[in-house]
């Protein structure tokens, strides 16, 4: 059973404006949860985190929020730009144990 | 600079034979892991070990196998037991370092069977 859901598989934002990708879980133990930006032919590369005891955490372009009581995650790219074009995973883990990966979602930003 | 190693990037198995997928990282971190891409099934876990000489199934094991001898080395060998081996492969290694958490991957073995 995916602990980790990202519903869309793929999101289409034209440069400049804000992308949001979502991501929700079913584990309530899950204390901290990470994003990863992955190229193809690539291993994916670590973007921005976020611990459950913070319902937000900023990295210049890259933000991402925590709803706890909703079990959801999402990642706000604001500007967006067409360098952000890459699939997203986000992921999540309990007391530093195996991250669980969600399906992950295709962004494209169109110039 | 510090970083995970795998070799090679594009590998060619004919059916029936093992094959052999290299993991190293200088990173001093103590947890390695493998893990299997598929379209539109995202990342899913094969094999991963906390220590050395120790190693535990994933979510996928079947037909694979690994060994844990050196801190720094976590090879994924494929077996002819694997039904469906066309896929690219990850290996991530993680330690916890000043609060923070998370997995810093190999660039990937893409691995098929002709």
């Known amino acids: 059973d995916q602990q980790v859901k990202q519903n869309s598989p793929s999101l289409s934002v034209q440069e400049g404006r804000i992308s949001i990708l979502n991501c929700d879980y079913t584990?309530?133990?899950?204390?901290?949860f990470l994003w990863y930006k992955k190229y193809p032919a690539e291993g994916p590369t670590f973007l921005i985190s976020i611990s459950s005891i913070k319902d937000k955490n900023e990295d210049g372009r890259f933000t991402v929020f925590l709803n706890k009581s909703a079990k959801h995650l999402s990642l706000h790219i604001v500007p967006s730009q067409p360098g952000d074009s890459a699939v997203y995973f986000c992921?999540?883990?309990?007391?530093?144990?195996?991250?669980?990966f969600g399906t992950g979602t295709r962004l494209t930003v169109i110039p | 600079d510090g970083g995970i190693t795998q070799s090679p990037k594009y590998l060619f198995r004919k059916e029936g034979q093992n094959v052999t997928l290299s993991c190293e990282q200088n990173l001093n971190h103590d947890a390695m892991y493998w893990y299997r891409q598929d379209p539109g099934q995202g990342l899913r876990l094969i094999y991963y070990?906390?220590?050395?000489?120790?190693?535990q199934k994933g979510d996928i094991a079947e037909g694979y196998s690994v060994s844990r001898e050196k801190k720094e080395s976590f090879p994924l060998t494929v077996t002819s037991a694997q039904k469906n081996p066309t896929a690219f492969y990850l290996c991530?290694?993680?330690?916890?370092?000043?609060?923070?958490?998370?997995?810093?991957f190999g660039s990937g073995t893409r691995l098929t069977v002709v």
């Open positions: 992921a999540a883990s309990a007391w530093a144990n195996n991250l669980f």
């Open positions: 991530a290694s993680s330690t916890w370092t000043r609060g923070d958490y998370g997995y810093t």
């Open positions: 070990s906390q220590i050395v000489n120790d190693f």
């Open positions: 584990n309530s133990m899950f204390d901290y």
